[in-house]
């Protein structure tokens, strides 16, 4: 299957720093990437959705401004946490989507951040 | 009313008995369905998809989907250990591409 790539794994970062995470499609390209959010024992809330060189479409609720999405290429998006606050520690998946997968998304391997 | 329901659980069985994890969606238009599987502090991985009304099978897994009554259902025979995990129902509609998933079921397989 398609593998997306997902880094870093782990990151911790004091208050008022910021973050950027990097997905990578690996063997494909990825027309579509996805960026969601998962608080401990809740299901995905997606965050936005991206278009290779395109603007991301942010979900109702979710600050532009904060999480800046970049998607360059077709194999690279990176979501960037600006000014880290404790409430923006969770675990954070992307997907990706490439030409001709109409439904299915392959996901990376999470990026869990802790802000102190 | 959520777009996608499912029962939180934990729903357990012992192992070798077949885990019944059951999907509810809102959107009548809706076109595709999968099931995930997440382990803890990992990210979903997909297991199964179904496009058209009745069951599809692979290995373990059957799907079952009923579009009349907007349901969609994931069987697991022969249960291990390590099928323990939560299992996520996610649906995407006819009108957009975003996947929308449901809160997710806990199994548990007890040996």
């Known amino acids: 299957g398609a593998v997306v790539s997902q880094h870093p794994s782990r990151v911790i970062c004091k208050s008022g720093t910021s973050v950027k995470i990097e997905c990578r499609s690996l063997d494909f390209q990825a027309t579509t990437m996805f960026w969601y959010r998962q608080f401990p024992k809740k299901s995905l809330m997606l965050m936005a959705t991206?278009?290779?060189?395109?603007?991301?479409?942010?979900e109702q609720g979710v600050e532009k401004d904060k999480f800046l999405i970049n998607h360059a290429s077709l194999t690279l998006s990176t979501l960037t946490v600006t000014s880290a606050h404790p409430e923006d520690s969770s675990f954070y998946i992307c997907?990706?989507?490439?030409?001709?997968?109409?439904?299915?998304?392959?996901f990376g391997q999470g990026t869990r951040l802790t802000v102190v | 009313q959520k777009e996608v329901e499912q029962n939180s659980g934990p729903l357990s069985v012992p192992e070798g008995a077949i885990a019944s994890l059951n999907c509810t969606y809102s959107d009548r238009v809706s076109q595709s369905f999968f099931w995930y599987r997440q382990y803890s502090g990992k990210s979903p991985e997909l297991i199964m998809s179904?496009?058209?009304?009745g069951d599809k099978e692979d290995g373990r897994f059957t799907a079952q989907l009923n579009k009349a009554s907007q349901y969609v259902s994931l069987l697991i025979r022969d249960s291990q250990p390590s099928d323990s995990a939560t299992y996520l129902c996610a649906v995407i509609r006819e009108y957009g591409n975003k996947l929308v998933f449901g809160a997710g079921t806990i199994l548990r397989v007890k040996s």
């Open positions: 997907s990706a989507r490439g030409i001709g997968q109409v439904s299915e998304a392959f």
């Open positions: 991206s278009n290779e060189g395109s603007k991301a479409t942010y």
């Open positions: 179904i496009y058209s009304n």
